[in-house]
């Protein structure tokens, strides 16, 4: 799928680093917050074989955790080894091909344990690493040792989204699945492990059509499963066509299942064609639900049916807050742009999830950006009590991840703590993590604790306190 990797080449950034190293002590400017201590954990493709032809998306996952204790900065990498990675170190050759896993002639089968390239979160005592197809896998979140897929005790038996929402009030952790039981079919999922561990409700269901459903959105009262035209079809990829493509004929469809129902309880709302691979909160007040979501009007990376491109690769989501009116009967709901600079990879304040909200943060366009791969110049603190965002730019050609908010104490007000993101040096081609003040961000880093190499681009990260099993 030949596709995913612009034509011109990828950005230096996008290239994978080929070691696994450990660093006591990183050299700082500034200085690092009195009360800040824990591990930043990020996650992001990192093919052990690249190869040109295989999707951004499928690379094998690494680990990049950045300890914090005592006024020092540690690092430590490594990749998840999955079955698709022990089978790339064995063989020298990238067995993906396009979003699937291709054995070489000869080859025994591998564990289908996929790539744990997306995300990385804790829940019930685990670090687990995520990706949209697969098991969460667990990781020990001090030596980054792989300890293999966890179905937590059973409980679940298809593939798990990488972006599942815990219920700030319950500890509940709410998941969803896409292509199941069959991928690339229109079945879904929906689950809820408890605070404990134990998965306490597992449900099926059909989508309106097949499609690749990256996010969803969870208020305290709605489940919302967004339904958009960049169509999977099993059909078009066994001849030989892109597994996913952009067809906006189909519009969007955004389920909205009550929290005290079923999935039999959904009611599927219309709205046009466009797509969001990430959504920053929900929440409802007055009768009506609100998700804030970066919405792109057409996918990038992803191809039309016959192959040809979808749309112009430069085209930047922006930050929309879409509307449902639960009186409204016709069942359409709303689109209001919030903010006009472009970006991706929307964070929150985490005590917030699912609750009306004040502060949001995510990674923006520097003026004249030209594409999803090469945009992430501005850290854009949204506060929607002001009129206008508080923003920092880092120097062109530098670059920012998805920044993660740290609160400054558990009883601290919305959005007081700290933004931590890692940032590509386009100039000395090494990477830095960046600590902000998270309500004061156009003020600058804090501290910026220095690599001696870069961490390419990934998706996500989180946040470990201290005190999170080790």
Same mark, same amino acid.
């Not at 306490?200 to 499963?225: I, K, N």
């Not at 078009?236 to 493509?245: I, L, M, T, V």
């Given at each position: ?9 990828? $950005? $230096? ?33 990192? $093919? ?97 040792? #792989? ?32 292509? #199941? ?49 960049? #169509? ?30 079923? #999935? ?207």
């Amino acid at each position: 799928m030949d596709e995913a990797i612009p034509r011109r080449g990828p $950005p $230096p950034n996008m290239m994978p680093i080929d070691f696994e190293t450990e660093l006591a002590s990183l050299p700082l400017q500034g200085a690092l917050p009195a009360g800040l201590r824990g591990t930043l954990v990020r996650n992001g493709p990192n $093919p052990v074989v690249p190869d040109p032809r295989a999707h951004w998306f499928s690379g094998d996952g690494m680990l990049h955790a950045f300890h914090i204790e005592d006024g020092r900065v540690g690092y430590r990498n490594r990749w998840v080894r999955t079955g698709q990675w022990a089978l790339a170190r064995r063989t020298g050759r990238n067995p993906t091909v396009g979003l699937k896993v291709a054995l070489p002639e000869g080859e025994a089968p591998i564990a289908d344990d996929g790539a744990a390239n997306t995300n990385v979160i804790g829940h019930a005592g685990r670090m687990l690493a995520l990706e949209e197809a697969h098991l969460p896998m667990a990781v020990d979140l001090a030596t980054l040792e #792989t300890l293999g897929p966890d179905d937590f005790a059973g409980g679940l038996q298809h593939r798990v989204t990488a972006h599942p929402k815990t219920d700030p009030r319950t500890g509940e952790l709410l998941f969803f699945g896409y292509g #199941t039981p069959e991928s690339l079919s229109s079945g879904m999922s929906f689950g809820v492990i408890s605070r404990a561990g134990e998965v306490v409700r597992r449900e099926a269901f059909e989508a309106p059509y097949a499609s690749m459903v990256h996010d969803f959105a969870v208020s305290a009262g709605h489940v919302l499963f967004p339904v958009m035209p960049l #169509t999977a079809s099993r059909e078009r990829a066994q001849s030989g066509g892109p597994p996913f493509a952009w067809e906006p004929e189909y519009g969007t469809r955004v389920g909205l299942m009550p929290r005290g129902g079923s #999935t039999a309880d959904i009611v599927w709302w219309r709205g046009p064609a466009c797509y969001v691979f990430h959504v920053m909160n929900a929440w409802e007040a007055d009768g009506r639900v609100f998700a804030d979501v970066m919405q792109f009007d057409r996918p990038p990376l992803f191809p039309r049916p016959d192959g040809s491109p979808a749309g112009d690769a430069r085209e930047p989501a922006r930050l929309v807050r879409w509307q449902f009116d639960l009186a409204r009967a016709s069942r359409e709901f709303s689109q209001t742009v919030l903010e006009e600079i472009p970006g991706e990879f929307p964070r929150i304040d985490e005590r917030r999830a699912g609750l009306p909200y004040r502060h949001g943060w995510f990674a923006g366009h520097a003026p004249g950006a030209d594409g999803l791969l090469r945009m992430q110049a501005r850290l854009v603190h949204v506060d929607h009590a002001a009129p206008r965002p508080d923003v920092f730019t880092f120097e062109p050609p530098d670059r920012m991840s998805e920044p993660v908010f740290v609160p400054r104490g558990a009883d601290a007000e919305e959005g007081d703590g700290w933004i931590l993101a890692t940032v590509w040096r386009g100039a000395t081609n090494t990477s830095d993590l960046a600590v902000f003040d998270a309500r004061h961000v156009a003020a600058g880093p804090l501290c910026i604790a220095s690599l001696p190499h870069r961490v390419p681009d990934g998706f996500h990260g989180n946040w470990f306190a201290a005190g999170f099993p080790r």
